[in-house]
Structure formats: C-alpha cells, structure tokens
T-cell receptor, first 113, second 111 residues
Framework: SQTIHQWPATLVQPVGSPLSLECTVE??????LYWYRQAAGRGLQLLFYSVGIGQISSEVPQNLSASRPQDRQFILSSKKLLLSDSGFYLC????????????FGEGSRLTVL | EDQVTQSPEALRLQEGESSSLNCSYTVSGLRGLFWYRQDPGKGPEFLFT???AGEEKEKERLKATLTKKESFLHITAPKPEDSATYLCAVRVTGGGNKLTFGTGTQLKVEL
C-alpha cells in the first residue's frame, strides 16, 4: 500500500531563518507531488507541484522554493522566513496528471516568530 | 476568477439528525469536483469525485451530488465520528494540476 511521510510535524522558527520540509512517498512510482499551505480561515493554497524529477511548477510567487531530487521525495525550502510564512503545510501525491484524487500527508505546522 | 464557496461555515447536529453541506462554484469550465474530509491537525482525506451534473456518489452515511452550479454533501443519520471539516475542491479547464479549494464546513455531531 502507498504511504506518505512528512516531517517535521511541528516547528517554530525565527524570522529570517531557513526552512526545509521534507516529504517522501512509498509504494508508488512516478507520482505527481504537491505542496499546499493552509492558513486559518482560508482554503488550501497550492504552492508547488511536480510531475517528475527536477520538474517544479510554482503557483504563487513568494520566498519559498521546492525541489524533487528523487522520484518520491519532495522538499519545500526557504532561505529566509517571513512572518507571513506561518501556516499548515501539506504534502500530497496523486497519479495521473489531472487527477483530483490526492493523498495528503499529516502536515507540518510552521510558526514564524 | 474561479471561486468555490462552502456553506455553512460551521454546523452542529445531534446524532441522527440528517443535513446537507453546500459547495457552490463559479468557474470557467468544470473538469471535476472533489470532496475531502479533514480531521483537526491532519491532512485531508479524499472522499468523492464528481464530473457531471446529475452524478451522485455514496459512501456509508455520505452522499455527494452535483448540479451545474453547486454540489451537496448529504449526511444521513450522522454519528459523532462524522465530526470533521468537509472541503470541496474543483479542477477547471486550463487549470492543469491545480485544485481550487473552498474554506470548508466544520461539522460537529453531538450525542
């Protein structure tokens, strides 16, 4: 069966510090991978998606970046965090380029102080 | 701009009290509507996919329906374990991989 792992689950970071969130998927090959952010009172916002190794599409211009160094690994990074980066970050995977059936990780709660 | 609006924002039901959640959408061209369930502090869990008006899907106490302007998630005889936030999302023509999510309905079912 397929599983998705996301870490860390919770982190508190000072403004201006770097960020790295990691996500790995097991039990499937060549998945589409997604990073979403969920802010209080707002819907899930798509940040990045990837259809293959090294292929990253950005949906929202910001100080975040994503990388996919391996088929089932997706990393969200920032060189300098802003207060507005606080939120609940969710990694997800799906099969097929235009599927709406996504499988989400447990999420990473980021607080920037 | 594509928009997804869910109502009500919050709903409190007694166990066994059936009700419906609404997801209305204004999009250029619908390529699919999706329902998810999200428990507090967790990632969303996929429930249903609907593609065309008149389509219905069922799972246990949940039934999702779709019209040309909105979707309903009907909950029949809910139990406390149905308490969660229910999200709907749409995929639109020309939107590629992007899903546009609503802000959700927070459902609480009490004994």
């Amino acid at each position: 069966s397929q599983t998705i792992h996301q870490w860390p689950a919770t982190l508190v970071q000072p403004v201006g510090s770097p960020l790295s969130l990691e996500c790995t998927v097991e039990g499937t090959s060549n998945p589409n991978l997604y990073w979403y952010r969920q802010a209080a009172g707002r819907g899930l916002q798509l940040l990045f998606y990837s259809v293959g190794i090294g292929q990253i599409s950005s949906e929202v211009p910001q100080n975040l970046s994503a990388s996919r160094p391996q088929d089932r690994q997706f990393i969200l990074s920032s060189k300098k965090l802003l207060l507005s980066d606080s939120g609940f970050y969710l990694c997800a995977w799906g099969l097929g380029q235009y599927t709406g059936e996504l499988f989400f990780g447990e999420g990473s709660r980021l607080t920037v102080l | 701009e594509d928009q997804v609006t869910q109502s009500p924002e919050a709903l409190r039901l007694q166990e066994g009290e059936s009700s419906s959640l609404n997801c209305s959408y204004t999009v250029s061209g619908l390529r699919g509507l999706f329902w998810y369930r999200q428990d507090p502090g967790k990632g969303p869990e996929f429930l249903f996919t609907l593609y065309s008006a008149g389509e219905e899907k069922e799972k246990e106490r949940l039934k999702a329906t779709l019209t040309k302007k909105e979707s309903f998630l009907h909950i029949t005889a809910p139990k406390p374990e149905d308490s969660a936030t229910y999200l709907c999302a749409v995929r639109v023509t020309g939107g590629g991989n992007k899903l546009t999510f609503g802000t959700g309905t927070q459902l609480k079912v009490e004994l």
